[in-house]
C-alpha cells in the first residue's frame, strides 16, 4: 500500500505532517550558502593582504650583472680588456697633461693644507689629472665594449653590461685609478720625501719605487672588484703587466715636462 506524507519510514520516527520529508536529508557537505560564501571571500581577501605584506622583496642585484658570478668570465679577457682602455685612458691623459690649457686646472687637491706640518698630497697631486682620466676611461670602455659586441668574439667572456653599465664602470675605475696614488703621495710627504722625488737610499727606495707602479693599479682594480664580479687571475695579470705599462706613461709624461722623473 501506498504510504501518506506523514507515513513513517521503516525503522525510523514517524515525522510530523507539516514537515516535510526534504528536511530530513543531510545537507552536500560541500555547498556554501550564500551568507557562509560572502564570509569566506573576506576572510580570503584578508588572508592575500597579509600574504601580500609578509611577502619577502627579492634582494637587489649588482648593477648590471644579476646573478654574475666569477666562474662565468674569462679571466684573461677581462684583464685584457682594462689594460687596452687604460692605455686608450693613459693616451688621452699624457695629452691633457703636456696642453698649456690643463695648466689652468692646476689646483692642488690638499688646498696647500697640511698635516703634523706637513703638506697632505703636496703641488703635484692637482685636479687637472682627474679631469680628464675618468671620463677618459668611461670613453675607452664604452669604446672597447662596443668593438666587442660588434666583433662578437668576447661577447660572453667578458661582463654582460650595457654600453651605459661600461661607461659607469670606467668612470669608477677612472676615479679609483686616480685615488689610488694619493696614500702613496700622503706617506710621502709624511716622510720628509719632495713631490716626484724617490728616497736616495735605503730600503724604503725599492719600496716606493715599487708603489709608485703599484698604487694606481690596486686603486682601480679594487673600483672595478667593487662594480662588478673579477676573477683572482684579472688582478693577477693586470698586476704583472700593468706596472711596465704604467712605467712607459711616466716615462713619456718626464718626456714632455710633466713629471720631473721618468720612474
Avoid at 506524507?5 to 514517524?14: C, K, L, N, W
Wanted: aromatic fraction near 8%.
Amino acid at each position: 500500500m501506498g504510504r501518506g506524507r506523514g507515513a513513517a519510514e521503516p525503522g525510523g520516527a514517524r515525522a510530523p505532517p507539516h514537515v516535510p520529508l526534504r528536511a530530513r536529508l543531510r545537507p552536500d557537505p560541500g555547498r556554501v550558502l550564500d551568507g557562509e560564501r560572502t564570509a569566506l571571500v573576506a576572510v580570503g581577501a584578508r588572508g592575500q593582504a597579509r600574504a601580500r605584506r609578509g611577502a619577502a622583496l627579492p634582494e637587489p642585484d649588482r648593477v648590471g650583472t644579476g646573478h654574475l658570478t666569477v666562474t662565468d668570465l674569462a679571466p684573461i679577457a677581462c684583464a685584457l680588456f682594462l689594460i687596452a682602455a687604460f692605455v686608450l685612458a693613459g693616451v688621452a691623459q699624457t695629452a691633457w697633461l703636456g696642453s698649456r690649457t690643463s695648466r689652468r686646472f692646476a689646483v692642488p687637491l690638499d688646498g696647500a693644507r697640511t698635516f703634523r706640518g706637513r703638506r697632505i698630497f703636496g703641488d703635484n697631486k692637482t685636479a687637472r689629472g682627474f679631469l680628464v682620466m675618468v671620463p677618459a676611461a668611461g670613453a675607452a670602455f664604452c669604446l672597447l665594449a662596443r668593438l666587442v659586441e660588434t666583433s662578437g668574439s668576447l661577447t660572453r667572456e667578458l661582463w654582460p653590461l650595457t654600453l651605459a653599465g661600461y661607461w659607469w664602470l670606467g668612470v669608477a675605475a677612472g676615479f679609483g685609478f686616480m685615488l689610488g696614488e694619493l696614500p702613496n703621495s700622503f706617506l710621502k710627504r709624511q716622510l720628509g720625501i719632495p713631490p716626484g722625488e724617490a728616497p736616495k737610499e735605503g730600503l724604503a727606495r725599492p719600496f716606493f719605487l715599487l708603489a709608485d707602479r703599484l698604487d694606481s693599479i690596486v686603486g682601480l682594480l679594487t673600483a672595478v672588484s667593487l662594480a662588478v664580479p673579477t676573477p683572482a687571475m684579472t688582478w693577477g695579470v693586470v698586476l704583472v703587466i700593468g706596472p711596465g705599462i704604467h712605467y712607459a706613461f711616466s716615462h713619456l709624461l718626464f718626456v714632455v715636462g710633466v713629471k720631473a722623473r721618468s720612474a
